[in-house]
């Protein structure tokens, strides 16, 4: 066992009592704690510290629990081991490795429950038993000293009343609504009645108009079937003509065939010929395009226009050149405009110079302005009022009260500690806010005792305000010294106290040094944190801060060992502003400076401007004369070029070579022409020789036609008398269709649907076509519209009929079918759920009262033996409500008072440990699990109830049928009565304990012994 205290323990109890004492501290509940971590237990069961890694004692990485159990077919060893890093656990049974569920399966089959506080009751759990309530109690004793069944039924029977109820809401809801559809029903009866007799009057109506069609059909089919005999005997007669025809017509498409072969040739050789003529067409044209291009010779004979044209020409060049000879030469131009860019150059570096000193002068500027805004010594202590305003409301609000109304007080009343404290260096402010706490860092310090508590009556009574006060002491601490000088501690990397890292006046100062001794708490950097172990060994210091953290050093009561916590710095949130009285002059004079530094900048300032302003105005006047210059040189250019565009000469010499060229390409195609001219006539008189075969071939095929013509004469007679019959048979069968489209739909027969046989009115075989329906209804359509005219009225005279009634009647009627049918099956599982309901209820029932008669009996006895009176009983408002059915414990400690239920109220401590462990004996009798642990139950009660219960504990606990039994206490009366059978464990600890395993109770059994007989023999 490797947890909390413990090292390593060792524990061998015995089979029935086992009393664990020793002092308080020794590591009693520690054992505890490892029987319930060990039988997989939550800590949440222990009801200390949420993670199971902070059972393990500090400074081991690891600790383990093994546990044997007893089992009839061989006992059963559990070990788990904890992971302080990672927080997890690993299990083995019997000395193999397991899985959490494994664990809890082998622990729930031994009836283990060490989350019931029926049969596992920890220290921190004591004071939680007198407040469960009644059915909490009833369900851990059912599950501590019940069958396995008992709670199992009860939990049934909890899901079984909740269905019950279910069914009897919905049982309920669906007769009500029945009846409401059949009150419905019966009103609307009579109108569904008048509906149907009307409805009786309209399918007649429909029957005889649904007959009606089929009369006509039948009609206009009798003279279709005539129309079609005369139209077949045509059509013989048509057929034998036809075939005399045949022969006639083969050869007519002979000469036809012959025709359009010929017909082909003779356009093959128009193409021919008209492909010719188009080249033909394309040469001359060509040919007149190059006599059109001769005309360049007239050239020569327009001389003297040309000669006048270049006469004026050479005018126009003199014009020119006597232009740029008065321009002047532009090499003489080129020096003035490489003069003009120097001067500019110059000009726009002095610029730049100027430019740049005035953006330093504006920085400069700005950089004091944000150095006089920065250091602004009222600016930092209002925003610790702004942050101090938006933290505590109600300080600040005294705050300024305070400042208004100091005349009240007798003696001198200090503002809030954190307006009083300057550190001196923002750096250090982390030390102070994390060493003095926030309520003290807000309370208003005051030197009289008087003042203080007008000051808190007028805040708290008055003003409402919440607020702290603190009174100086009555002699001053401000100036104490420290217990160890500051030089023996720098070698630690300890730099200084925290008095040291701030100004405070005297009295706020005083009262921290006695509140919070400052003047002896040191500061250290990360030196001091990597040997920290060996500055608290050496030092001895109490408190000390690292450069991130902070330790406070302990002394252990039972062992003088040396504890030490540390814990993280938090960010300083108000005293980061800082200010002292030598910056405040500093930041005077800087102030000063300042503005003197101000007046020389803009001295300096105005006179750049002034400069800017001379060099821009000569920079415009060299842009002009560069311009001036630049417009001269472009302009003789131009005219230069111009002088070149003039060379007639050359143009003389290329029109000649054209013309030449041309010459050439006009004498190959004239003889082109030539040779598609003789080819052009050769086609001709081939297609004439076509034409004429031609003309040949069509009087033959003329002639054939002619005799084919009189034989089709004849036939078109024939074919349209044939036409003419096969109109009317067309339009007859359209009408038939028609009708008989009509009389299906009428009587809702799909196209491709037969007639059925109810509604023929001949046997199979007959050629009526009329439905065996209509057999009763007239046979003529005058018959049929008198009978109609008469139903009609006869329906007419129903009125005021809605067949959404009929429908809503028929829903209804269907719906009350099926609610009659859902209610019954309703009802009948309903009957089940009792049934079943009142089984479980014997059998959960009855045991369970039997079980708490017993307790009773056994629980009363008890309290009889003390002199007082207790009873416990099973209790509930309504035998059908499952889920609320509990134990109730009801006591009474003096006799003239009344049996009061055991609350966490109405009974003191030791009243409610009496009943509690009282409680847990009369189940001891009775109980189903293995064994039972109590801790520290007896601490609230005095030595009378204590004296008894713990002879009904030794007396209950140490019976041959009772299970086994742990009582944890830190201490026992004198004279108490012991039994044989129990088993007393002492827990002692200390830094001069022997290990377990160096223990040996003989040898010092053997020791005590001879020492008892030398001093008999003295």
Sequence with gaps: LCVDHFLYLELIPGPNLNM???????????????????????????????????????????????????????????????????????????????????????????????GNPCQFLPQDKVGEFAKLSRVELLEATEKSIGPPEMHKFHCELKNFREKEKLLQIACKEKSDYLEKLKQSNERHKQDVERYYECKRHLDLIEMLEAKRPWVEYENVRQQYEEIKQNRDQLKEELKKLKETQGPLTHKIQEYEKQRRQLDNQVKMKSNEIRNTSYKCKEKQDALEKREKQQAFRMKRDDEDNRLQKISNTRKMIDDLRNEIESIGSCENLQPQIDSLNRDLKQVHEEKSAIDVEINERLKEVENLKKDQESKCLD???????????????????????????????????????????????????????????????????????????????????????RVNAVCIPSITYANR???????????????????????????????????????????????????????????????????????????????????????????????????????????????????????????????????????????????????????????????????????????????????????????????????????????????????????????EKNKLEREYKATTLN???????????????????????????????????????????EY?????????????????????????????????????????????????????????????????????????????????????LNPLKHLVEQINEKFGSFFSSMQCAGEVDLHTENEEDYDKYGIRIRVKFRSSTTLHELTSSHQSGGERSVST??????????????????????????????????????????????????????KLLQNLTYSEKMTVLFVYNGPYMLEPKKYNLKAFLRRRRRIGVSRMDQ
């Design 715 to 757: 036939l078109r007679q024939l074919e349209q008398q044939f036409n003419d019959f096969g109109e009317t048979k067309r339009r007859l069968l359209e009408k038939c269709k028609e009708l008989m489209k009509k009389a299906r739909h009428i009587c809702n027969l799909g196209p491709d649907q037969s007639i059925p046989q």
């Design 20 to 114: 664990i004492v020793g002092a308080n501290g020794t590591g009693k509940s520690s054992i505890v704690c490892a029987i319930c971590l060990g039988l997989a237990g939550k800590p949440s069961f222990i009801g200390r510290v949420d993670k199971v890694c902070s059972y393990v004692k500090r400074g081991c990485a690891k600790g383990s629990v093994e546990i044997e159990l007893f089992r009839a077919s061989g006992n059963v060893t559990i070990t788990r081991e904890i992971d302080v890093l990672k927080n997890q656990s690993s299990w083995l049974i019997d000395k193999r490795s397991a899985t959490q569920k494994a664990v809890e399966e082998q622990i729930a089959a031994l009836n283990i429950q060490v």
């Design 379 to 465: 600016n930092l202590l209002k925003q610790r009022e702004e942050k101090l305003r938006i933290r505590y409301r109600d300080t600040h609000d005294a705050v300024m009260w305070l400042r208004k109304n100091k005349n009240r007080f007798k003696k001198t009343v200090f503002e809030p500690i954190v307006l009083m404290i300057h550190v001196k260096d923002y750096k250090n402010a982390k030390y102070i806010e994390n060493h003095i706490p926030s309520n003290d860092l807000r309370s208003f310090v005051f030197e009289s005792q008087e003042d203080m508590e007008y000051f808190l009556k007028e805040m708290r009574d008055h003003l409402k305000l």
């Design 481 to 699: 010294v420290p217990t160890r000088a500051l030089n023996d501690l720098k070698k630690y990397g300890l730099f200084s106290y925290l008095r040291e890292l701030f100004d405070a006046p005297q009295f706020v100062m005083s009262y921290l040094c006695y509140q919070h001794h400052v003047h002896d708490v040191p500061v250290g950097t990360e030196k001091t944190r990597a040997i920290i172990e060996q500055v608290i060994h050496e030092t001895k210091l109490k408190q000390l801060y690292t450069a991130h953290e902070k330790y406070v050093v302990k002394t252990s009561v039972y062992s003088n060992d040396t504890i030490s916590s540390n814990t993280h710095l938090k960010t300083a949130q108000f005293l980061t502003f800082t200010v002292n009285v030598q910056e405040r002059r500093q930041l005077e004079e800087q102030d000063k400076e300042i503005k003197e530094r101000f007046q020389t900048l803009d001295t300096e300032l105005t006179t750049f401007y002034e400069k800017i302003k001379h060099l821009e105005h000569r920079d415009n006047e060299f842009r002009n004369q560069k311009k001036d210059l630049q417009d001269r040189k472009t302009k003789k250019n131009h005219r230069n070029k111009k002088l070149t565009t003039y060379n007639l000469e050359a143009e003389e010499k290329k029109t000649n070579a054209k013309i030449k060229e041309i010459n050439v390409q006009k004498a190959m195609l004239v003889s082109e022409l030539l040779s598609l001219i003789k080819d052009c006539t050769t086609l001709n008189v081939q297609k004439v020789d076509l034409v004429l075969e031609l003309a040949t071939e069509g009087y």
């Design 917 to 970: 462990m009282l409680y847990l004996m009369a189940l001891q009798e009775l109980n189903r699990c293995p064994f039972r642990v109590v801790d520290e139950i007896n601490q609230g009660m005095d030595p009378v109830n204590e004296r008894r219960v713990f002879e009904m504990v030794v007396k209950t606990a140490c019976k041959e049928t009772t299970s086994q039994y742990f009582l944890v206490t830190p």
């Design 760 to 844: 023929q009115t001949q046997p199979n075989g007959s050629t009526s076509s009329l439905p065996c329906a209509f057999q009763d209804l007239p046979n003529t359509v005058e018959e049929i519209d008198s009978l109609l005219a008469e139903e009609k009225t006869r329906a007419s005279c129903f009125t005021g009929l809605n067949a959404s009634v009929v429908e809503d009647y028929k829903e209804r009627a269907q719906e009350i079918q099926q609610l009659t049918e859902e209610l019954e099956q309703k009802t009948n599982e309903l009957d089940n759920y009792r049934q079943t309901i009142s089984k479980v209820k014997e059998r959960w």
